[in-house]
């Protein structure tokens, strides 16, 4: 029997512009299907001028929450009344709590996601391990360095084009008493984890030209690109004997808390789930 709506549904969306391209709302529909629940995930285009307005209309429909994607991260920030910590050292929120009060909440799941993501798909390893090295210095390399380090991260490595930018985000880093360090190339002899948070590879853009030689096997790439699924950087990692860890994870477990706080239940990811969100995802590069 197909699921219906009642006058009790728990309404939640995603808050982008665009937001055409997601698969979070196919995401959260399959999980609302799991569990029975009286409940739907919407997208919801908004446009930057009318973000805060938005948001506030949101509380006033009695929605639960909402994810946050590009370009309202930031602006999410300023819009809530509480923010965790992990959010406010990030400085952007993915994931907006709408308390019975009318008090919003931020939080940015994006590094959590990370984590579980190497969890899942890279079981042996702990970032405890070793030295990472992060390729890229914008929203993602700030979720993922700061999820790192939370982790016991024992050192970082901040590779970007723009050295001013991974200096910046170096220092805020250290301010942590945190070992980070800026570097023209990566230094992968001894890097337990190399991490791409930058565009390349992607559908479209050009591949990531990088030595993967230095890498000890049984060491870990991961890639936060998931489309397509096996980036270049990915396909070479496990032609050499490391360990490919793919962005569709990090994508699938980061919405996890948010559901969890809007509908009640802490939903899995697992072999079914990711066919069904990635059935029109490429496998590799055109």
């Known amino acids: 029997m197909p699921r219906t709506l009642s ?26 299907a799991r569990h029975g629940i009286d409940g739907a995930y919407v997208p919801l285009p908004v446009a930057p001028d009318r973000f805060s307005g938005t948001v506030r209309a949101l509380v006033d429909l009695g929605f639960r929450g909402a994810n946050v994607t590009i370009p309202h ?15 406010r050292r990030i400085g952007a929120v993915n994931t907006l709590v709408f308390h019975e009060d009318g008090r919003i909440e931020g939080w940015n799941t994006d590094g959590w996601g990370f984590i579980e993501s190497l969890r899942e798909q890279a079981p042996a390893f702990h970032v405890k391990q070793g030295p990472a090295v992060i390729l890229g210095a914008g929203g993602g390399a700030r979720a993922v360095a700061h999820a790192l380090l939370s982790a016991g991260c024992p050192s970082l490595t901040l590779v970007n084009r723009s050295p001013a930018r991974a200096e910046a985000l170096a220092q805020e880093l250290a301010a942590r008493g945190a070992r980070v360090n800026v570097a023209v190339r990566p230094p992968l002899e001894g890097a337990a984890l190399l991490v791409n948070t930058t565009s390349a590879g992607m559908q ?15 060491s870990v790439v991961a890639d936060i690109v998931y489309v397509p699924l096996e980036t270049p950087l990915l396909a070479a990692a496990r032609a050499r004997g490391l360990v490919g860890v793919d962005g569709l994870g990090m994508l699938l477990h980061q919405g996890r808390r948010g559901f969890q706080a809007w509908f009640g239940a802490m939903p899995e990811v697992d072999a079914e789930l990711r066919g069904m969100v990635a059935a029109d995802i490429p496998r590799h590069a055109k």
Do not use: F, N, Y
Request: with cysteine; glycine share 10%.
């Open 204 to 218: 479209g853009q050009p591949a990531l030209e990088i030595d993967l030689s230095p890498m000890s096997p049984g």
């Open 73 to 87: 991260k930031e602006a999410a920030l300023t819009a809530c009344d509480m923010v965790e910590d992990e959010a």
């Open 7 to 32: 006058g009790k549904t728990r309404m939640a969306g995603l808050l982008g512009w665009p937001v055409s391209h997601s698969r979070s709302p196919r995401m959260h529909g399959i999980w609302l």
